[in-house]
């Protein structure tokens, strides 16, 4: 006989996390299936960085590009209230700071393009502030004499992207939830009372057996995987993978208290509470696939030494200052973006009781995503419109 549950969680990143938690606060019976480590991939790879104004890949394509993206904004509101009680809530520390942030301009085109941008993002009600250089004198010493305005906005900032996802975790086996790493969801068939999933579980051994379990609503939160997992589900969720660079330094005394992108560069850097500095911001690595040409997820991906050195320019020429500080590692992490750039969220076509969330900025949006999911699952209406976030609309025959 299957053990039953009433929601199963695919994937142990920060949303499955999250969506674990919620559910199980809600009264759910939870299985949380990650066929690795919790925190093992994108959740705990990443910057770390919570954005809530439009990102520079969001801004360089032009201002149609920018305005879809913008669709995403109600997600980043609810998003930023939900980052500054989450730590209450959970009761541990994730790291995080709503210290504000600057996305910055060094001419007259980036100008325009803060002025564009910070005029989209209150129309949708974001408080986005422009600088001009007298008062970044005062708000942030720290940036090069070159940076003539920055956009501020006042509720973004960081967490800790090595501790937030643990910590959840731990609260939701703490609301009841049951977490199974080495655990791979391997097929899935439906029936009347709901989906039979079989895992495949891997001991410490490299011996794998098979686990089945029953469940009323699967929650795909399997971040770079979930085209895959959507496939085993009878569903196309199409998604871009992204590898990408990350590099921090050695430690320095406290200098930098914003979140800090560019209006005109791949760049986001931060000071995380261990004094180290944060590098990123989208630079590309490079994902392996097969000799076809398909992503192998599950294998180590390569830096590019010209992206680590195109990032730490950027950073340098933003924050001159570190130009003496030493970087101690590269890394590597990858992650997903929609076709479209916008998050997909919400119940996946043709697959009764399965929903989904990925997209862009998931570690920012995941507190969102979860809150959404597990409404849907509890019958709950949603209280913003997700319909410019469907995963149906990428299906044949969809309109957009
Ligand atoms: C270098 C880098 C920097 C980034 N910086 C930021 C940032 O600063 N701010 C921001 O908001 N976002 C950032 N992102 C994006 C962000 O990290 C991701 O969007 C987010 O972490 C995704 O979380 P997740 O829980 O959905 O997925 P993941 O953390 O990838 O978790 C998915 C999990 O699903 C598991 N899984 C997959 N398939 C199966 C299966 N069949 N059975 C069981 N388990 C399965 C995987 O093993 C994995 O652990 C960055 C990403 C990268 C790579």
Not at 44 to 58: T, V
Not at 104 to 112: I, K, L, P, R
Not at 274 to 290: H, K, Q, S, Y
Request: glycine residues 10%.
């Amino acid at each position: 006989m299957s053990e039953r549950y009433d929601v199963l969680v695919v994937g142990g990143g920060l949303l499955g996390c999250l969506t674990a938690w919620m559910a199980a606060r809600d009264g759910a019976r939870v299985l949380l299936a990650e066929k690795d480590q919790v925190n093992q991939h994108a959740s705990g790879q990443n910057a770390g960085s919570l954005h809530f104004q439009l990102e520079y890949r969001m801004v360089e394509d032009g201002e149609e590009a920018a305005r879809v993206a913008a669709e995403a904004m109600p997600l980043h509101l609810d998003a930023a209230a939900m980052w500054a009680r989450l730590e209450d809530e959970i009761g541990e520390s994730l790291g995080v700071r709503q210290t504000g942030g600057l996305m910055v301009a060094e001419n007259a085109d980036q100008v325009g393009t803060l002025e564009f941008k910070a005029e989209l993002e209150r129309s949708w009600g974001l408080d986005v502030r422009t600088l001009d250089r007298a008062e970044l004198d005062t708000v942030a010493p720290y940036l090069s004499r070159d940076i003539v305005a920055a956009n501020l906005s006042a509720l973004e900032g960081k967490a800790d992207a090595r501790i937030a996802a643990p910590a959840v975790g731990r609260a939701a086996v703490a609301a009841g939830a049951e977490v199974c790493t080495r655990s791979r969801l391997t097929a899935a068939e439906h029936g009347t009372a709901g989906w039979d999933i079989t895992l495949q579980i891997t001991d410490r051994t490299g011996r794998a057996r098979a686990r089945r379990v029953r469940a009323g609503a699967v929650v795909i939160a399997a971040g770079v995987w979930t085209t895959e997992l959507g496939q085993v589900f009878g569903a196309e969720l199409p998604t871009v993978p992204l590898a990408l660079t990350m590099t921090v330094t050695s430690k320095v005394p406290a200098l930098i208290p914003h979140l800090v992108q560019h209006a005109g560069a791949r760049l986001s850097l931060k000071q995380s509470l261990d004094n180290t500095v944060l590098i990123g911001g989208g630079w590309p690595a490079r994902l392996m696939r097969d000799a076809d040409g398909a992503p192998q997820f599950d294998r180590k991906h390569q830096l590019i030494p010209q992206s680590v050195a195109g990032n730490a320019r950027a950073a340098v020429t933003t924050v001159p200052a570190l130009d003496r500080v030493p970087a101690v590692r590269s890394w590597v992490g990858t992650t997903t973006v929609a076709p479209d750039q916008l998050p997909l969220v919400g119940a996946v076509n043709g697959a009764p009781g399965v929903f989904v969330a990925t997209g862009g900025s998931a570690f920012t949006l995941g507190p969102s995503f979860a809150r959404v999911l597990t409404g849907l699952i509890g019958g709950r209406p949603p209280d913003i419109d997700l319909a410019p976030y469907a995963p149906a609309r990428f299906a044949e025959g969809s309109t957009p």
